[in-house]
């Protein structure tokens, strides 16, 4: 076993995530999957258990853990349910421009209400805005001490069931990504509704849903930052929330190779347990290898983040991209390894499977995340 | 106002090796736990005291000094104050001289509102040392508590689970109850608790801080002797038949002949 050296804190967080996982998770995780209903009680439990806190700075009642505890938490929740730990991993997404750029009063108000379980929500993906994020059409026009918003987000994560939520919208659309700005709206803000919630492939107890403003009237003082700060936000939020992702995803894959080890060794074939073949024993040194340098380089990007390290957009974009191409590869081969028994729904890594692959997707798809690291590397030798 | 909660620290597994010379579980390097029963213990103290908005949980327990192991799970979940009751004379105790022995510290602590206890440990079974306590301390008993439908200052009102349904039983305070697995579903403790339970250091109480009677404590206070000690044997997996109950019952009957039994 890799010694990560974690502090006591770290150490005490990601036992409590396991606890968490195996005595709330667990029972529940196929329930949830099934009724796609969002999971409050476990939410309730992490947030009882002070889970929310971690990532929230000590001056806002936060523990000020960072971005390594962060990840350390959503490892083990995922390992549990990917879908279920979204809820937790997807308020700090919405949490970070808050943290990150919000001013003395915004932080004073909102942080503390997400310390103690509040569950936010980050809104930038539109119909026709997915990897083109700077083709966003959500308006924000001045109105005196407000803005107007109108304008339909998409593919929210958290959507309806957050009491918080940061949009991105133009306030100068002649100046495209410059022209955008983000904005801290509260639910039951008038203008302000939810439209489709989205029947997905995996992570089914993450609640996925459209953004709606019409007419939504949000005050001056919950502009993040200033007018035009918009992408600069979302683009550093990003920054310190992909390695969250990777966290979900080294979950994912641990799960996998748990799963597959385990029944590996039972499954008897030719008078002997398959874990006996080369074939299986290689495809799991595989998996292994391939989750420990992931997680290597996940827990290594998190503590530079955590140093003050903020060119830090290559190195995120890469834990999130290798950490979730391993996700997918273990998850497929946990299949494979079950035979068909893996396919079934009975057995728990068909989950897995639907699960991952979401992690090659979201904040940002790993095609862009393989641009984003070439463009950074080729700027870099000269 | 205490709401005094006795747990004990146990090994966790569930095939502990024993000692057949000394009659005692080996502990050696065995992970201990609390006792899963105490677990409900403890919560449904910090309940009564989060419902009633009084009281101070605090958490006894006798045992070696990592026992304050089991004091610091408490503290995590909640509880405001940790007891540990250790000391070599107390060592080899019974039920009998373990009750005794928590009864003295009960008194010494003071001011008793409640006693809780999980309804008995999973490494002995016994489930005595709750009522005992009742009984050294003169107290009302009420074992098996699945639920406390109201508690006052004074009195209380618990329903209890028996083999034959439930039984409402209203009790005078303080009380010593036992509480089973029905009555609620034991926190996850927090992150700040679990950092305060670092910190935490367990007042220890010995055989000269608690007013006893050296008669009635560990080895020559405890009446039990564990005559033998040894693990069930292990049943093997067993044969399945199908088929028509006649043809079943030929087929085991001649299997029975066949193993000489008739």
Known sequence: MIDYFLTEEEQMIKELARKIAEEKIFPKREYYDETQEFPWDIVKVMAESDLFRIFIPEEYEGLGGGVMALTLAVEELSRGCAGIALAFAGTALGTFPIILFGNEEQKKKYLPRVASGEVVAFALTEADAGSDAGNIKTRAIKDGDHYVLNGTKQFITNGGEAGIYVVIALTNPEKGARGASAFIVEKGTPGFSFGKKENKLGIRASATRELIFQDCRVPAENLLGREGMGFIIAMKTFDYSRPGVAAQALGIAQAAIEEAARYAKQRVQFGVPIANFQAIQHMLADMAMKLEAARALTYQVARNIDKGNTKISKESAMVKCLASDVAMEAALNAVQIFGGYGYMKEYPVEKLLRDAKITQIYEGTNQIMRNIIASQLLKEVK | ?262
């Open chain 2, 1 to 262: 106002m205490n709401i005094v909660v006795c747990i004990k620290q146990v090994p966790d597994t569930q095939d502990v090796q024993m000692d057949p010379e000394r009659g005692t579980l080996i502990r050696e390097g065995v992970k201990s736990i609390v006792n899963p029963f105490d677990l409900y213990a403890i919560e449904e103290g910090l309940r009564i005291k989060e419902r009633t908005g009084k009281g101070r949980v605090v958490v006894m327990t006798m045992g070696p000094p990592q026992a304050e192991e089991a004091l610091r799970e408490a503290i995590a979940m909640g509880a405001d104050h940790g007891i540990l009751i250790s000391d070599r004379a107390f060592a080899g105790a019974d039920t009998l001289a373990t009750s005794y022995t928590l009864a003295k510290s009960i008194e010494k602590l003071g001011s008793p509102w409640i006693i809780i206890c999980g309804k008995q440990a999973m490494d002995g079974d016994t489930a005595q040392v709750g009522p005992e306590l009742a009984t050294w301390l003169n107290f009302p008993q009420i074992t098996y508590v699945s639920r406390i439908i109201d508690i006052g200052d004074d009195r209380i009102k618990v329903e209890r689970l028996t083999d034959y349904g439930y039984d409402i039983v209203e009790s005078s305070l303080p009380c010593v109850i036992t509480v089973n697995k029905e009555i609620n579903e034991p926190r996850i403790p927090s992150l700040r608790g679990m950092m305060k339970a670092k910190k935490f250091k367990a007042e220890v109480w010995d055989s000269s801080s608690v007013e006893v009677d050296q008669r009635y404590i560990g080895l020559d206070g405890s009446p039990t002797r564990v005559v033998s000690i040894f693990a069930p044997p292990v049943k093997k997996g067993g044969e399945k038949y199908h088929g028509e109950p006649e043809e079943l019952a030929r087929h085991i009957a001649r299997k029975l002949e066949e193993m000489k039994i008739i």
